[in-house]
Nanobody
Framework: QVHLVESGGGAVQAGGSLRLSCDASGDTSNYRYYCMGWFRQAPEMEREGIAV???????DYAESVKGRFIISRDNAKNALYLHMNRLKPEDTAMYYC??????????????????WGQGTQVTVSS
């Protein structure tokens, strides 16, 4: 089992940038093989996939953030990052990182992962 902790959220103006971090601890022996992802959930809305990255660095993004957000990972540090640029008010949400075993193929951009962090709030004002 893996314990995940997000950080880096905050309040920013539209057009600004933030970098979110996700640090893994616990049993990280297989971290480098995991699918890792960022998800967000706004009040009264479904949790949605934002970006995912596989063991080989293959990424996938939600259409709403393509060209603005970049997901990356550092397996040596058991860390996951989300660089968020040109933020919009509609990006306001609680952001969660997640991990799950990678069976092959592209990591799913759906909130079906086994391990989750506690979330970090991102608020974007116009």
């Amino acid at each position: 089992q893996v314990h995940l902790v997000e950080s880096g959220g905050g309040a920013v103006q539209a057009g600004g940038s933030l970098r979110l971090s996700c640090d893994a601890s616990g049993d990280t022996s297989n971290y480098r093989y995991y699918c890792m992802g960022w998800f967000r959930q706004a009040p009264e809305m479904e949790r949605e996939g934002i970006a995912v990255i596989g063991h080989d660095g293959r990424t996938d993004y939600a259409e709403s953030v393509k060209g603005r957000f970049i997901i990356s990972r550092d397996n040596a540090k058991n860390a996951l990052y989300l660089h968020m640029n040109r933020l919009k008010p509609e990006d306001t949400a609680m952001y969660y990182c997640a991990a799950d075993i990678e069976y092959g193929g592209k990591c799913p951009l759906h909130p079906t992962y086994n391990y989750w962090g506690q979330g970090t709030q991102v608020t974007v004002s116009s």
